[in-house]
């Protein structure tokens, strides 16, 4: 570009521009397109020095390539000029449409700021248009090319080859020269940000295959059962996926385990267990149904698994097999409640069972008629809805069938009358027949209520003494049969220790509940054979009646009384035994 004015000089220039430029185009790095624009400055358009200087992600400029001086280029690459600097720089000096000038009349005051720079001096131009080696030349590149866009870089030249400031055209190249720069830079920063993307990607795609695999590997793996459910929508607990440790623990392929839900699965009286299990993704004991039928107790544990965009996805379910323990469990609370020798619950398990029928408060004396009974049962309750017991100045509320639905109207707290019921108590009151405490003259209404056989043995001693405890313990055993033979399934025959047993017996009149001890007397009096012999024990019963109002130790001191009555009552002749 020496003789601007001949037109062959302007078409080799352009030439070497499109070349540098298919260069910057070409490079295959960030890097190497910013040493590439640099070196084209030099190569291309006649300059003896080109510096690009790069924004960062701060604001501020560093250098980040330099062309035409290896001295200039160790002394300042990498080095940062602020951003401040570069705007006043940029703000200053003569507009060359998209460049900037500042001479070297003006640029001392630049001298002392951040900006990296090299620094030359010389004596004053010859000619107006002679270039001074103090004097600066900036080509801004901005993202969109044209000034109102982002600031990219700023191309900084020096030393013109034919030593005159650049005219026109070349002005207009340098313009032309760094709006392509901008271009090459912005598509490298794309490039190069795809690229790390894309390595970015490859990564967490080998690392969600790595996990992935390994989470396979512990599902299909481990010793236990697990599977994956769906969760919501109406397919919600359908069985996705089960490893082989359940399709064993259930006698059932993964491909038949795929029509079910863990619903279908679970024993009738554990649904409610499992739908709150799965709804909280929580941990609940429970009871699944086998292929042939059988039910294995497991301990289910539930983790929703959920991703940020979407909420909960699925249920991870593990299923632990606790067969065994409930097993040891169910074992040691049966040791716990029953006789070590006969089998029947023991004292304990029959107070715990007579205390859960009764409640602190006695029902209202008053009984109903059996037209009142009708009318209860067929809702006609009169004016209030209430029967109003003999005496009484407000209503009890009896509904005819048992059940206190609490106070008809309001009771001060301080009586203590309903103290542990609230306005809607469903207990059902246990009741004693008429005439059946302590009144032998009574009539029987026909009344039903809970009858409390106490049993001891005549002549259990002796055969203690004689024959040893084993054949004792024997006689015991054989008592308990036959005393659970002759019972309903719903009733409880108890070993209260010793030679004493009680029934409990429920729904009997007193007709019945004399009947019942009749026969169990007699199912005990026939002879027991024990090691070779035969041995013979008698029965004495007493019969008492559990109500409402008193305690367990109560009901079984009644009928305890009774049954000495009834012992001392009877000759002795008929209660001898061995």
Same mark, same amino acid.
């Given at each position: 570009?020496?003789?601007?004015?001949?037109?062959?000089?302007?078409?080799?220039?352009?030439?070497?521009?499109?070349?540098?430029?298919?260069?910057?185009?070409?490079?295959?790095?960030?890097?190497?397109?910013?040493?590439?624009?640099?070196?084209?400055?030099?190569?291309?358009?006649?300059?003896?020095?080109?510096?690009?200087?790069?924004?960062?992600?701060?604001?501020?400029?560093?250098?980040?390539?330099?062309?035409?001086?290896?001295?200039?280029?160790?002394?300042?690459?990498?080095?940062?000029?602020?951003?401040?600097?570069?705007?006043?720089?940029?703000?200053?000096?003569?507009?060359?449409?998209?460049?900037?000038?500042?001479?070297?009349?003006?640029?001392?005051?630049?001298?002392?700021?951040?900006?990296?720079?090299?620094?030359?001096?010389?004596?004053?131009?010859?000619?107006?248009?002679?270039?001074?080696?103090?004097?600066?030349?900036?080509?801004?590149?901005?993202?969109?090319?044209?000034?109102?866009?982002?600031?990219?870089?700023?191309?900084?030249?020096?030393?013109?080859?034919?030593?005159?400031?650049?005219?026109?055209?070349?002005?207009?190249?340098?313009?032309?020269?760094?709006?392509?720069?901008?271009?090459?830079?912005?598509?490298?920063?794309?490039?190069?940000?795809?690229?790390?993307?894309?390595?970015?990607?490859?990564?967490?795609?080998?690392?969600?295959?790595?996990?992935?695999?390994?989470?396979?590997?512990?599902?299909?793996?481990?010793?236990?059962?697990?599977?994956?459910?769906?969760?919501?929508?109406?397919?919600?607990?359908?069985? !996705?996926?089960?490893?082989?440790?359940?399709?064993? %623990?259930? =006698?059932? #392929?993964? $491909? @038949?385990?795929? +029509?079910?839900?863990? &619903?279908?699965?679970?024993?009738?009286?554990?649904?409610?267990?499992?739908?709150?299990?799965?709804?909280?993704?929580?941990?609940?004991?429970?009871?699944?149904?086998?292929?042939?039928?059988?039910?294995?107790?497991?301990?289910?544990?539930?983790?929703?698994?959920?991703?940020?965009?979407?909420?909960?996805?699925?249920?991870?379910?593990?299923?632990?097999?606790?067969?065994?323990?409930?097993?040891?469990?169910?074992? !040691?609370?049966?040791?716990?409640?029953?006789?070590? %020798?006969? =089998?029947? #619950?023991? $004292? @304990?398990?029959? +107070?715990?069972?007579? &205390?859960?029928?009764?409640?602190?408060?006695?029902?209202?004396?008053?009984?109903?008629?059996?037209?009142?009974?009708?009318?209860?049962?067929?809702?006609?309750?009169?004016?209030?809805?209430?029967?109003?017991?003999?005496?009484?100045?407000?209503?009890?509320?009896?509904?005819?069938?048992?059940?206190?639905?609490?106070?008809?109207?309001?009771?001060?707290?301080?009586?203590?009358?309903?103290?542990?019921?609230?306005?809607?108590?469903?207990?059902?009151?246990?009741?004693?027949?008429? =005439?059946?405490?302590?009144?032998?003259?009574?009539?029987?209404?026909?009344?039903?209520?809970?009858?409390?056989?106490?049993?001891?043995?005549?002549?259990?001693?002796?055969?203690?003494?004689?024959?040893?405890?084993?054949?004792?313990?024997?006689?015991?055993?054989?008592?308990?049969?036959?005393?659970?033979?002759?019972?309903?399934?719903?009733?409880?025959?108890?070993?209260?220790?010793?030679?004493?047993?009680?029934?409990?017996?429920?729904?009997?009149?007193?007709?019945?509940?004399?009947?019942?001890?009749?026969?169990?007397?007699?199912?005990?009096?026939?002879?027991?054979?024990?090691?070779?012999?035969?041995?013979?024990?008698?029965?004495?019963?007493?019969?008492?009646?559990?109500?409402?109002?008193?305690?367990?130790?109560?009901?079984?001191?009644?009928?305890?009384?009774?049954?000495?009555?009834?012992?001392?009552?009877?000759?002795?002749?008929?209660?001898?035994?061995?």
């Amino acid at each position: 570009m020496e003789t601007e004015s001949e037109p062959y000089v302007r078409l080799a220039t352009l030439h070497q521009l499109h070349q540098v430029m298919a260069d910057m185009n070409t490079a295959r790095s960030l890097a190497d397109t910013l040493q590439t624009v640099a070196d084209g400055v030099v190569n291309g358009l006649g300059y003896e020095l080109a510096c690009v200087n790069l924004v960062r992600p701060d604001g501020d400029l560093v250098v980040a390539a330099f062309a035409g001086n290896s001295a200039a280029e160790a002394l300042i690459t990498g080095r940062v000029g602020s951003r401040d600097s570069w705007d006043r720089r940029l703000s200053m000096g003569e507009p060359w449409g998209e460049l900037r000038f500042i001479p070297y009349t003006e640029g001392w005051v630049l001298d002392e700021d951040d900006v990296p720079q090299w620094f030359t001096d010389g004596p004053p131009p010859r000619f107006d248009d002679e270039w001074h080696p103090s004097d600066r030349l900036f080509a801004p590149m901005y993202a969109t090319g044209a000034s109102g866009g982002e600031l990219l870089g700023v191309i900084s030249v020096d030393r013109p080859r034919n030593g005159r400031r650049p005219g026109a055209w070349g002005r207009e190249a340098l313009q032309m020269y760094a709006f392509q720069a901008a271009i090459a830079i912005s598509n490298a920063r794309l490039r190069a940000n795809m690229q790390r993307a894309l390595v970015r990607l490859e990564r967490e795609q080998q690392a969600l295959r790595a996990s992935e695999e390994s989470f396979r590997q512990a599902f299909e793996y481990a010793p236990s059962g697990m599977a994956v459910a769906e969760m919501g929508g109406d397919q919600h607990g359908r069985i !996705l996926r089960t490893n082989d440790a359940l399709c064993r %623990l259930l =006698g059932r #392929p993964a $491909s @038949a385990m795929r +029509r079910y839900s863990f &619903s279908d699965l679970v024993h009738p009286e554990d649904i409610g267990t499992l739908l709150r299990t799965s709804a909280e993704g929580g941990r609940a004991e429970l009871r699944l149904g086998r292929r042939d039928g059988t039910f294995v107790w497991v301990s289910l544990r539930n983790s929703v698994v959920a991703d940020a965009a979407d909420g909960p996805r699925f249920l991870l379910t593990h299923v632990e097999d606790i067969e065994e323990r409930k097993r040891r469990e169910l074992q !040691l609370a049966h040791r716990a409640s029953h006789d070590s %020798l006969t =089998g029947l #619950p023991n $004292s @304990a398990e029959l +107070r715990a069972r007579l &205390s859960a029928r009764l409640c602190h408060r006695p029902l209202e004396t008053g009984r109903p008629s059996a037209v009142d009974s009708l009318d209860a049962a067929y809702g006609d309750h009169g004016p209030h809805g209430v029967h109003a017991a003999p005496g009484a100045q407000h209503p009890a509320p009896v509904n005819g069938h048992g059940f206190d639905y609490g106070p008809a109207l309001p009771v001060p707290p301080q009586s203590g009358l309903y103290d542990g019921f609230d306005g809607f108590d469903h207990h059902v009151h246990v009741v004693a027949p008429d =005439g059946a405490e302590g009144d032998p003259a009574g009539v029987e209404d026909g009344a039903k209520g809970l009858a409390v056989l106490f049993c001891d043995l005549d002549g259990f001693k002796s055969i203690n003494d004689r024959f040893g405890h084993n054949a004792g313990d024997a006689v015991l055993i054989e008592v308990a049969r036959r005393l659970t033979s002759g019972v309903r399934d719903g009733d409880t025959v108890a070993r209260l220790g010793g030679d004493e047993f009680v029934v409990l017996a429920d729904g009997l009149g007193q007709a019945d509940a004399q009947d019942l001890a009749v026969r169990l007397r007699n199912a005990i009096i026939p002879p027991i054979r024990v090691d070779g012999r035969a041995v013979r024990v008698g029965a004495s019963f007493g019969i008492g009646w559990a109500h409402c109002g008193m305690t367990a130790e109560e009901v079984l001191r009644s009928a305890d009384q009774r049954m000495y009555v009834e012992k001392r009552s009877r000759a002795k002749q008929h209660r001898r035994a061995g």
